[in-house]
């Protein structure tokens, strides 16, 4: 068994992973780089890129860009394997930007042809056994692997976090299905911010609740594809009995998840209540714009609203015409996107849609620092080898007193059997 981390051994996003055994090649991932990140050249790969395709594959944690960007990138007859509602969320996402952005018309045809796993069934690839574990992250229907070769038993977390609607199931499912391990692949995004999972999700519908309740008028900006977030700003804004108005892509996104089975759309987190979400149209006559007319704007006028919006110059204008002259407007995405002008993440455009007088509301899609040596502990690997983060050496200080901490560089393969 060889472990390679092509991309991804300190940076966050743009991460591939591979394992190789006997001539057969297993990559985990194949992102592009996150906005702001330092610019690098995209690896060129054997196996991926370039060479013999024909035993390789490729496994997709979930479809945040970071870790599917590039997949359009792949020669068609290499494999591609993903879980079935993430394919359909992404798939909306990508038919929405095809005409905009001719790497999503690619990367629609890629998912069209990808293959499904099942979330705790085992497949083979070759020498490989996986083992797909549904896991809780910002990105719904993410996954872990339990990835078995050459005797040797490896679990690679993918981006993942214990303070979601459903983290504690991941500790049950490593008790009854994945057991004691040889590596974890571990993601360490937030080993030098431990203040960005402080709040729960659950709290997060809490205080959202209360903050519907004093405010008549509200704007939250949200990324889309946050599922959690979404329905929970939903159920918050319906509990209150307060109107919830997305646009058809965000209603499209709900949709497919309301509809679809999954493991976790049992809950009615994921249902409709007795109001649904009213979904704003498209002016005919203003192409761009979102349409207002008197009626709408006396019902929202009685009844106030949680509007969930993007940054972008149409969100703005409807703003404008929507009544209230106290606005509240609440950030559910990272803050490090518009608290500093000089940080390379720093998103002009949101900035300005946003405004001063926000209120924040988000808590991190990623794992804290208590939580991953709880993992570990119940995990008891050999060794650990951080991935997805900024900090490798902060990881190996925080835990390397209990466990042995591999610091990989990108491209420089680990020979399981030489260590």
Not at 210 to 217: A, L, Y
């Amino acid at each position: 068994m060889r472990i390679t981390i092509h991309r991804g051994a300190d940076q966050i996003g743009g991460t591939i992973t591979e394992y190789e055994h006997n001539g057969w090649r297993l990559f985990v991932d194949f992102g592009e780089q996150l906005p702001g990140a330092p610019i690098s050249d995209l690896p060129d790969i054997e196996g991926l890129t370039k060479g013999d395709f024909s035993k390789t594959a490729v496994l997709v944690t979930h479809y945040h860009g970071d870790h599917i960007g590039n997949i359009h990138r792949i020669p068609d007859y290499i494999p591609v394997y993903m879980g079935a509602l993430g394919i359909e969320i992404q798939k909306i996402t990508s038919g929405r930007l095809k005409n905009i952005d001719k790497k999503h018309a690619y990367l629609l045809e890629r998912l069209n042809r990808a293959n499904i796993f099942r979330a705790g069934i085992i497949f083979e690839f070759g020498p490989f056994r996986i083992l797909p574990i549904v896991i809780d992250h910002s990105a719904f229907d993410a996954y872990a692997f339990r990835i078995e070769a050459d005797s040797i038993k490896i679990f690679h977390t993918g981006d993942f976090r214990m303070h979601g609607l459903r983290g504690k199931t991941l500790f049950s499912v490593i008790d009854s299905i994945i057991g004691k391990v040889d590596y974890v692949v571990c993601e360490g995004t937030n080993v030098i911010r431990p203040d960005v999972t402080l709040q729960s999700e659950s709290e997060l519908q809490r205080l959202m609740e209360k903050d519907f309740k004093q405010h008549k008028f509200n704007i939250v900006f949200l990324s889309s594809t946050n599922i959690d977030r979404l329905f929970s700003i939903y159920h918050a804004a319906l509990k209150i009995g307060i109107p919830f108005i997305v646009d058809y892509y965000q209603k499209d996104i709900m949709d497919v998840v309301v509809e679809k089975e999954h493991i976790w759309t049992k809950s009615m987190l994921y249902r409709y209540g007795s109001r649904m979400p009213m979904v704003l149209k498209y002016d005919k006559e203003n192409p761009g714009e979102y349409f207002t007319n008197k009626k709408f704007i006396s019902y929202l006028e009685q009844k106030g609203y949680v509007l969930i919006v993007r940054s972008n110059p149409s969100f703005d204008r409807l703003i404008e015409r929507l009544p209230g002259e106290s606005k509240q407007c609440y950030l559910s995405m990272w803050e490090g996107y518009v608290n500093d002008p000089s940080s390379p993440s720093y998103n002009v455009n949101l900035a300005f849609s946003l405004g001063k007088g926000y209120i924040y509301r988000h808590t991190s899609g990623h794992c804290d620092i208590k939580s991953l040596h709880n993992l570990f502990t119940k995990l008891s690997p050999k060794a650990i080898i951080p991935i997805h983060t900024d900090s490798p050496n902060s990881f190996a200080g925080i835990f390397n007193n209990q466990w042995k901490i591999v610091l990989m560089q990108d491209g420089i393969p680990l020979i399981y059997n030489n260590f």
